[in-house]
């Protein structure tokens, strides 16, 4: 966009003065090239070996993924720096909203957890069934939890109008649900297994296949965000959000099983994923804990 003309020399009151040469109009800088797949995957490479290295020497594995992890670029936009404040809800009483709400059975229907009865009709995919169990370190399942789902339809798109990726949507499939956790942690959910799509951190970038799991306490403060994958996809060694997760067995741990004794004969394969909020084998949440 060209810029205003200049005020003319000796101030706006000088009308005899020549005016200055117009400033001519620069064009926008030019965009830097994203990183090729290969730069990301040395970095990743590099951050796993000073994981190995940190943990071979003693040093306690790390609770949750770096917030700044460098091959993750938009990571750095997206996480606070500066430490969080603790508010005091004697000192301010509309602070005790933070403290809530708390979840029950009247906030879940019927069709929440089965994605694929949410519509006229049935979401075109794989059907699958995800169930497992909330648990804490010591293994105790943990009652009543919400646990809330969303991801991508089978062929790799959310149903958001900011995902534009030229792929399909899916008119009987919106991609949300929840469920509560049973009296031995247990949730379960029937969807379709969702597809990978494009982003763009770096060139010719892919998510592999995932579903986002959100889980809440007794209050919005106790929310706690992660990610589950499936067995064997090739894309895990490219993936700058799962591999900044550096620990392996940690990685390994958000990979959910198959499980034959799940899959419904002629309606669905079943897959289990355990969820442990804390301890030596927790899994990892994307915000720490």
């Known amino acids: 966009m ?17 005016p200055a040469p117009a400033t001519p109009s620069r064009p926008a800088p030019a965009t830097p ?87 006229a009709g049935e979401p075109l995919g794989e059907r699958i069934t995800v169930t497992g169990r909330i648990l804490d370190r010591t293994g105790r399942p943990v009652r009543g939890q919400l646990v809330e789902i969303w991801q991508a339809n089978a062929s790799g798109r959310y149903a958001h109008q900011r995902d534009q990726h030229p792929a399909p949507l899916d008119p009987h499939f919106t991609g949300v649900g929840r469920c509560l956790t049973d009296d031995e942690g247990r949730y379960a959910f029937t969807t379709v297994k969702p597809g990978a799509y494009p982003w763009r951190n770096h060139h010719n970038a892919w998510r592999p ?52 004794e799940l899959s419904r004969p002629e309606w669905s394969l079943g897959y289990r994923w355990d969820i442990v909020l804390d301890g030596p084998s927790a899994t990892w949440i994307e915000e720490g804990r």
């Open 33 to 119: 090239p994203l990183p090729a797949q290969a730069d990301i995957s040395r970095e990743i490479a590099a951050l796993h070996a000073a994981g190995e290295r940190d943990r071979a020497a003693g040093a306690p594995a790390p609770e949750h993924p770096a917030r700044d992890f460098a091959p993750y670029r938009s990571g750095a936009l997206r996480h606070p720096h500066r430490p969080l404040v603790e508010i005091d809800h004697r000192a301010d009483p509309e602070a005790v909203e933070l403290r809530g709400p708390a979840f029950g059975v009247t906030d879940i229907t019927d069709l929440d957890a089965d994605l694929t009865r949410q519509h």
């Open 2 to 18: 060209a810029l205003p003309p200049p005020t003319p020399l000796g101030g706006s009151s000088d009308l005899t003065a020549d």
């Open 209 to 260: 296949a995932h579903i986002h799991f959100s889980l809440f306490g007794s209050a919005f403060t106790q929310r706690l965000i992660t990610q589950m994958y499936f067995p064997g996809d090739p894309l895990f060694p490219y993936d700058p959000i799962l591999g900044s997760v550096t620990d392996p067995a940690a990685r390994a741990r958000l990979v959910a099983a198959y499980d034959h």
